[in-house]
């Protein structure tokens, strides 16, 4: 559901497969029928995803609203809940769908199988080649036909009647039934036999037609629906759990909080956790979109889902069953596949009152026709034609489709579109706001400069790295990492004290080691004249300075800063070329934020920006009429993505920001912001596609038919195609990748 209907503390939300849905009258009916029910504050289904999302308040059950959906004369069952039933209901939903599928095909043969000696004449006609078949034989071949292909929309057509809806099935069963009965009352009263025309070749190829057209949507839209299937699939149903006895296998759903688990190469890991034993690659690109493996060892954490490579790892699990990364991944996706972008709301009105004014239509035209002289035939052929080419499923179709594919494909490249509102604003956005720290650049400081007095540089930090072993300060890590990146021998200080504000002092081989700012130097009275215009000039670039003293003597100075990531000045020039403006927005001093603007080359930077000044900003360039995105990571920056119209979260940022966003990136991967605009403006693009070859079909079709341009078989292909084209043309969204994978 959209933000528009976010759930309160008085109200819940009730998950429903829905089954017998054939266009998109039927789930306009469905949402009606549902919304007249007493406590219902809000309904909402998905055609091709056959679902329904229903919020309604405390005390409402499933079995109230499955009752009513029935009384519509569609089927209905609540959605598992639960990880392990949900997957088991995906697989058997499936199942269903690919069964379906085998039955539509053996219908299909055998339906166009009696239908081809029926058109057989008019293909040979134009040969001069007569093969036209007794009256009888005509009978014979099509009434089969109109019984068993055409069952399924008769009953279709009954239930949505019943109703008190009408529906595509309501379409075809008059346009058929039409066709085939006035041909029947021709063979029964003996005009046959003097030069009427029959329609028995039009009622079974409009059926055939029809079902060949069901047969490529259902395919169709399993294409289009596999991302969720593919997530489901990712997590293993069982895990190796570590017990003083010994090794255990137990199903997933026992496994608790702090259990230790085994996991073997090639395995999934089964949980959310940390590395406690172990080293090992791990395949993250089904639920981060990395394509790359993810070199993992002690420490490190792992993602429930992901696939291990050559070495055996011991994971303590944090978060298990619907806690885990990639159940959150698929609550997100599942919202945003069943949202409805605001363009459908309009193409619902539209959905519920079309086939009463095509059937309407049809009888104008079956009128007309006799009126301004006309024959039998011409109004009944015409009035056919309507029936058959005015299917609302093309529609119907348009916009979920292309939604569902477009987040499907978003998600598999670890961009996650929290609701479709989100995804429709973003292809307007002319501004984006990064955040610096974490989102721009790492968010952690590294060694930038080293200035070694006696020119040995590896000497110095060795020497600064061991005496700050036992600190946890971002600066002395930066150092101790800088040292083991250049596998430098490190010791440990035989003491070690802290100085806060200042920096630390430390005994390391029997000499006062200090590390530390000016004033540290000063209160320990060494003289640090020789490293002052040295740290005047990092400073002045925006670093941040540690003097390093041995035996009361300055021997140099170390230069720290939190570094660019590598593919920030890309992709801010890929959104340049997009067309988009991008703001740096930090807390940083000017001095600092000028220096990395000039090194990423951004249009523009706001600095000393306190957080709740964040989101102030966000509005005001949203009062000069901007479309404006956020992008951040911290805590600190939720307010601004909530303030924005669209909120963009760095996946290995907080949770509260991820929540608070309409989009997250799986990986702190800026160039993804560029990708997250493309599939927008991608998706945008589809449905415009789609709703514009719906219309289209309808604009020119229905007169056509209406002037008696078009058969009934020939309408009958036009509304298959139709329905066919919108669902395959969104299908297409599904091979969508994100650039910064292919560079």
Known sequence: MSEAHDLTERTKLVRLDVTGMTCAACSARIEKVLSRVPGVEHAAVNLPLETAEIEVAEGVDADGLIAAIERAGYGATERRKSRGTRRAGTDEMDAKARAAERKTLVLLIFSAALSLPLIAPMIASPFGVDLALPVLVQLALATPVQVFA???????AFKALRGGGA?????????????????????????AHHGQHLYFEASAVILTLILFGKLLEMRAKRTTTSAIRALMALRPDVAHRITPQGIETVPVSELEVKDRILVRPGERVPVDGVVVKGESELDESLVTGESLPVAKSEGDDVIAGTINGSGALTVEAAAIEDDTTLARIIRLVEAAQTGKAPVQHLVDRISAIFVPIIVAVAVATFAAWLVFGGSINEAVGAAVAVLVIACPCALGLATPTALVAGTGAAARAGILIRDIDALEIAHKVGTIVFDKTGTLTEGKPAVTDIKAFDRNEDRLLRIAA?????????????????????????????????????????????????????????????????????TRTYEAEGKTCAIVAVAGRVVGVIAMADTVRDETPRALKRLADLGLKSIMLTGDSAVVARSVAQEIGIDEVAAEVPPEGKAEKIEELRRNGKTVAMVGDGVNDAPALAAA?????????????????GVTL????????????????????????????AFIYNVIGIPLAAFGLLTPAVAGAAMALSSVSVVTNAGLLARWKPKADRQ
């Not at 055409?150 to 279709?156: A, D, H, L, M």
């Not at 004033?519 to 490293?531: H, I, P, T």
């Not at 160039?671 to 403006?681: G, P, Q, Y």
């Not at 998706?683 to 415009?688: L, N």
Request: hydrophobic share 45%; aromatic share 6%; charged share 20%.
């Open 150 to 156: 055409g069952r399924r929309f008769y009953v279709g």
């Open 167 to 191: 529906n595509m099935d309501v379409l075809v069963a008059l346009g058929t039934s039409a066709a085939y009965g006035y041909s029947l009352y021709l063979v029964a009263s003996g005009s």
């Open 466 to 534: 061991s005496a700050q072993t036992s600190s946890e300060h971002p600066l002395a890590q930066a150092m101790i990492r800088e040292a083991e990146t250049r596998d430098l021998p490190l010791s440990e200080p035989s003491s070690f004290r802290a100085v806060a504000g200042r920096g630390i002092v430390a005994q390391l081989a029997g000499e006062t080691v200090l590390i530390g700012n000016g004033r540290l130097m000063d209160e320990q009275g060494v003289d640090r004249f020789m490293a002052g215009q040295i």
């Open 645 to 661: 119209d669209v909120g963009i979260a760095m996946g290995s940022g907080a949770d509260v920001a991820m929540e608070t966003a």
């Open 666 to 693: 799986m990986r702190a991967r800026p160039e993804l912001v560029a990708d997250a605009i493309e599939v927008s403006r991608a998706t945008v693009a589809k449905i415009r596609q789609n709703l514009f070859w």
